[in-house]
Nanobody
């Protein structure tokens, strides 16, 4: 199986934006999701997309983050706007039983 590979993380100032990508997602596998992890804390659900097009978000990111996918490119995205310090984490994507290694997002002035 082709592994999932996240990219697009980095250092951004509060209020800034990033778009994360996750390549290797099979178009036939649902749901797909993004989670995040901070050292010393449990992995936290961020966003979910189902086959029926239903989306779910963590309450604290609702209205700021958008999950989407491009099946032609086998890629899942997470658009993150108005980033805050509390969004700092390692972001991981999931598709079926596959996970990526994560991409680090750091929000700091």
């Amino acid at each position: 199986q082709v592994p999932l590979v996240e990219s697009g993380g980095g250092l951004v100032q509060p209020g800034g934006s990033l778009r994360l990508s996750c390549t290797g997602t099979s178009p036939s596998i649902y749901p797909v999701s993004w989670l995040r992890q901070v050292p010393g804390k449990q992995r936290e659900f961020v966003a979910l997309l189902t086959k029926e097009g239903v989306v779910r978000y963590l309450d604290s990111v609702e209205g700021r983050f958008t999950i989407s996918r491009d099946n032609a490119k086998n890629t899942l995205y997470l658009q993150m706007n108005n980033l805050q310090a509390e969004d700092t984490a390692l972001y991981l994507c999931s598709s079926g039983t596959l996970w990526g290694q994560g991409t680090q997002v750091t929000v700091s002035s």
